[in-house]
């Protein structure tokens, strides 16, 4: 039996069957990670944007390590010295005004969904517009949040205040505007929703429609924060300035952090007794977070995840002009959708295979979120991999099988433009 196959079947005994994982992982460096039975991948998923730094880097094992030996918690009760200082490098970097520290991206967003009720509450608004294929978390408020049914199936009945539009559709969202209206929350590229970037006419008009019915404008910047698309912050590629963002993912790079970011208007909203946290923006985390920003300036991961970011996408649109089952290329900065038209399951699976960790999302997308600081040749690499898996792909295809995959192969074919 393989290690892998041990750590499995401890697992599926007592870890609730929340997800199916795939390989058993033991180990990481920068853009590469190797299972329990020694095999090496290429990690063009990098924890679902959480490793931005790629594993272990030493700067960032050496600022927790230094920090562990030190001061881990003291909780929100007491002054600690890393949390102001993370808190103004994130708003020197966006908007000016304070930041909440929190341990999750559901976390973060509740935040600002309170923040939203909070500020609304004497004008008696508290509803909150959110997208279609939009995610926001798993917990009651962030789920209702979420513009997907499956999240929310068998947990009803759900939270009011919350009204669904269609994302890239202005007029969609103006409809859903009534007197009751608190803010709308976007995600500047949605993640889980199949790497769609918002269009810029989209942004532009949501924050001109807020600014006329005096909404607040929220961002979910927890997938494509943190220099994800080549830029601090996913709004930023637009020319517009939010009321508030939350972040997670990939701001601790591997420790679990979760902050939300407000302009002045909204820094003093909440005052004490009105949110809490045990864990928020401990020394610990805040070490962690600090050491990932620092990162990102000095080896200038911004401008790497605009460059890698455009030569990825580039090299898979060559590959994707090959084969009839994709249909697209599309993401911003290092966030990467490979469309298909048909379930990407089965190529995420020919990928790993191949020795590439990818993610297939919203059904028909491959998703890749390789480390910002990923190399020219690791991109190559990877490119090649995809390439690889395809042509594996069509050639099992075209195979007539038992269950008539040449008919499936046919009616790909069809499906072309
Ligand atoms: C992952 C994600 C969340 C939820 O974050 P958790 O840390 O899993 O709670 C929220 N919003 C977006 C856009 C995400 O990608």
Same mark, same amino acid.
């Given at each position: 039996?393989?290690?892998?196959?041990?750590?499995?079947?401890?697992?599926?005994?007592?870890?609730?069957?929340?997800?199916?994982?795939?390989?058993?992982?033991?180990?990481?460096?920068?853009?590469?990670?190797?299972?329990?039975?020694?095999?090496?991948?290429?990690?063009?998923?990098?924890?679902?944007?959480?490793?931005?730094?790629?594993?272990?880097?030493?700067?960032?094992?050496?600022?927790?390590?230094?920090?562990?030996?030190?001061?881990?918690?003291?909780?929100?009760?007491?002054?600690?010295?890393?949390?102001?200082?993370?808190?103004?490098?994130?708003?020197?970097?966006?908007?000016?005004?304070?930041?909440?520290?929190?341990?999750?991206?559901?976390?973060?967003?509740?935040?600002?969904?309170?923040?939203?009720?909070?500020?609304?509450?004497?004008?008696?608004?508290?509803?909150?517009?959110?997208?279609?294929?939009?995610?926001?978390? =798993?917990?009651?408020?962030?789920?209702? +949040?979420?513009?997907? #049914? *499956?999240?929310?199936? &068998?947990?009803? !009945?759900?939270? %009011?205040?919350?009204?669904?539009?269609?994302?890239?559709?202005?007029?969609?969202?103006?409809?859903?505007?009534?007197?009751?209206?608190?803010?709308?929350?976007?995600?500047?590229?949605?993640?889980?929703?199949?790497?769609?970037?918002?269009?810029?006419?989209?942004?532009?008009?949501?924050?001109?429609?807020?600014?006329?019915?005096?909404?607040?404008?929220?961002?979910?910047?927890?997938?494509?924060?943190?220099?994800?698309?080549?830029?601090?912050?996913?709004?930023? =590629?637009?020319?517009?300035?939010?009321? +508030?963002?939350?972040? #997670? *993912?990939?701001?601790? &790079?591997?420790? !679990?952090?979760? %902050?939300?970011?407000?302009?002045?208007?909204?820094?003093?909203?909440?005052?004490?007794?009105?949110?809490?946290?045990?864990?928020?923006?401990?020394?610990?985390?805040?070490?962690?977070?600090?050491?990932?920003?620092?990162?990102?300036?000095?080896?200038?991961?911004?401008?790497?995840?605009?460059?890698?970011?455009?030569?990825?996408?580039?090299?898979?649109?060559?590959?994707?002009?090959?084969?009839?089952?994709?249909?697209?290329?599309?993401?911003?900065?290092?966030?990467?959708?490979?469309?298909?038209?048909?379930?990407?399951?089965?190529?995420?699976?020919?990928?790993?295979?191949?020795?590439?960790? %990818?993610?297939?999302?919203?059904?028909?997308?491959?998703?890749?979120?390789?480390?910002?600081?990923?190399?020219?040749?690791?991109?190559?690499?990877?490119?090649?991999?995809?390439?690889?898996?395809?042509?594996?792909?069509?050639?099992?295809?075209?195979?007539?099988?038992?269950?008539?995959?040449?008919?499936?192969?046919?009616?790909?074919?069809?499906?072309?433009?």
């Amino acid at each position: 039996m393989s290690k892998q196959s041990d750590i499995k079947t401890l697992h599926e005994q007592y870890v609730m069957p929340t997800y199916a994982p795939g390989l058993a992982l033991v180990k990481g460096r920068g853009a590469t990670v190797w299972d329990a039975d020694g095999n090496k991948y290429l990690d063009f998923l990098a924890g679902i944007a959480v490793t931005n730094v790629g594993h272990c880097h030493p700067r960032l094992v050496r600022a927790i390590r230094r920090q562990a030996g030190r001061l881990m918690h003291v909780s929100n009760l007491f002054y600690n010295t890393l949390q102001p200082r993370l808190a103004e490098a994130l708003s020197k970097r966006s908007l000016g005004g304070k930041c909440f520290f929190c341990n999750s991206g559901a976390e973060a967003n509740e935040a600002l969904i309170k923040l939203a009720r909070l500020w609304g509450h004497t004008q008696g608004r508290y509803e909150i517009i959110t997208m279609r294929n939009s995610f926001h978390g =798993r917990t009651l408020a962030t789920l209702t +949040a979420t513009g997907q #049914a *499956k999240v929310q199936k &068998g947990f009803e !009945p759900l939270p %009011a205040g919350f009204v669904l539009a269609d994302y890239n559709d202005l007029a969609s969202v103006q409809a859903a505007v009534n007197d009751k209206t608190v803010a709308i929350l976007v995600e500047a590229v949605q993640g889980e929703g199949g790497v769609r970037p918002a269009r810029p006419d989209f942004i532009k008009g949501l924050a001109e429609l807020c600014r006329r019915k005096n909404l607040l404008l929220f961002f979910d910047e927890v997938q494509c924060g943190v220099g994800r698309t080549g830029r601090w912050f996913g709004y930023q =590629r637009y020319d517009v300035e939010p009321d +508030a963002f939350s972040l #997670a *993912k990939g701001l601790g &790079g591997g420790f !679990p952090i979760g %902050a939300i970011v407000t302009s002045p208007k909204l820094a003093d909203v909440f005052q004490p007794g009105n949110h809490a946290t045990t864990f928020g923006g401990t020394p610990l985390a805040c070490a962690a977070a600090l050491a990932v920003m620092d990162i990102i300036e000095d080896e200038r991961l911004l401008d790497n995840a605009r460059v890698m970011g455009e030569a990825f996408m580039e090299s898979l649109k060559k590959v994707a002009a090959k084969y009839p089952f994709i249909r697209e290329v599309r993401g911003a900065g290092l966030m990467v959708g490979l469309v298909l038209n048909q379930p990407a399951k089965e190529l995420e699976a020919l990928l790993r295979k191949h020795g590439l960790i %990818a993610l297939a999302t919203a059904d028909t997308v491959i998703r890749f979120l390789p480390p910002l600081n990923i190399r020219t040749a690791d991109v190559r690499k990877a490119a090649r991999i995809v390439d690889k898996a395809c042509a594996e792909w069509l050639t099992q295809l075209a195979k007539p099988g038992p269950d008539d995959q040449s008919a499936r192969f046919k009616h790909l074919k069809l499906n072309r433009d």
